[in-house]
């Protein structure tokens, strides 16, 4: 089995905002930087991305904590991917004795 190939480094920025019940509660600006790497010839791609995520409530104080995702993108078909990934988020500053928040992802993309 040949090694992976180095798909590229990538620089991400997203911005999620939460409402639950509908009401605004914090805006979390995310900044990573990522890197990509091509598993085989079918286009299976693995990417790992970390970096500062500015928490900005709606109420108190704005904190930075680190935040990151790695996942897995797979063709399904020429016009079928599927992917999946895995996110967390440090709490109360970048500080690993307090729980990390974790999330999964999964789906799939159909390009026309």
Request: glycine share 14%; charged share 20%; hydrophobic share 40%.
């Amino acid at each position: 089995m040949a090694s992976p190939a180095l798909a590229g480094t990538y620089l991400n920025g997203e911005v999620r905002s939460a409402f639950p019940g509908g009401t605004h509660s914090a805006t979390v600006i995310e900044t990573h930087v990522g890197q990509e790497f091509e598993l085989d010839e079918n286009g299976v791609v693995i990417y790992a991305q970390a970096g500062p995520a500015f928490v900005v409530p709606d109420e108190g104080d704005s904190q930075t904590e680190l935040s990151g995702k790695i996942g897995i993108e797979v063709p399904v078909s020429d016009q079928i991917t599927g992917y999946g990934e895995v996110y967390a988020i440090t709490n109360g500053g970048i500080d690993f004795d307090q729980d990390i928040d974790v999330a999964l992802k999964a789906g799939m993309t159909y390009r026309f």
